[in-house]
């Protein structure tokens, strides 16, 4: 007497727009586990020297201008050093867990899609917190880009045009920035419209026998 074998289940089809939250959310806790890896790094590291790239400039105005920025820059992360380090803490982990859990609901476990809906709202909320309470910091970082950059195109190109980009770019990138923050609070609010849509809540479920 013959027994037949059982049956296999059904495959689930994971959504497109599922697998590009995923990804999306991976990219999230890379950067933010680079940015706030580096922010940890400068506190916990006292002897750090930001001024060795200040030094490579050959013309002096230039170097003493980018010197002093540099001590900007220094003078703000101290400042802020009680509202920079926690957020560069939180950014650490949560970069972290972002790119566990992302990995976790890749493969296809329900409780890490779960838990990276919490994690990526979580993250959102948090680099919205620092954009708006750590601004002191984010003008002497941008300062400090646009005279170092000028410093460095100044030895090719025409000090004139050099000079009108810098002005320029001082105009336009807080606009820039303060698009990149609604352009990055409109991505994660998808990602998590993705991973909670009625498909992506069913590609988790157990499946069913064919």
Not at 181 to 199: K, P
């Amino acid at each position: 007497m013959s027994s037949s074998a059982p049956p296999a289940p059904t495959a689930r089809k994971r959504p497109w727009y599922l697998v590009l939250a995923l990804v999306m959310s991976s990219v999230f806790g890379a950067t933010g586990f680079v940015e706030g890896w580096s922010l940890v790094t400068y506190y916990r590291t006292p002897d750090t020297d930001l001024a060795a790239d200040a030094r490579d400039i050959e013309d002096d105005q230039d170097r003493a201008l980018v010197k002093a920025r540099l001590e900007d820059l220094t003078a703000a992360l101290e400042q802020d050093k009680a509202r920079m380090f926690p957020f560069a803490a939180a950014e650490l982990l949560l970069g972290i867990a972002l790119f566990a859990f992302s990995a976790g609901a890749m493969a296809g476990r329900s409780g890490a899609r779960s838990i990276l809906v919490q994690v990526v709202a979580v993250q959102a909320v948090v680099v919205v917190l620092m954009y708006f309470l750590t601004s002191h910091v984010r003008v002497a970082a941008r300062e400090l880009n646009i005279v170092s950059k000028t410093a460095q195109q100044r030895k090719t190109d025409d000090p004139k045009m050099v000079e009108d980009v810098a002005t320029l770019s001082r105009r336009v990138l807080p606009a820039i920035e303060a698009g990149q923050l609604v352009f990055r609070s409109i991505v994660a609010g998808l990602v998590l419209v993705a991973l909670t849509r009625r498909r992506s809540l069913a590609y988790y479920e157990p499946a069913p026998e064919a």
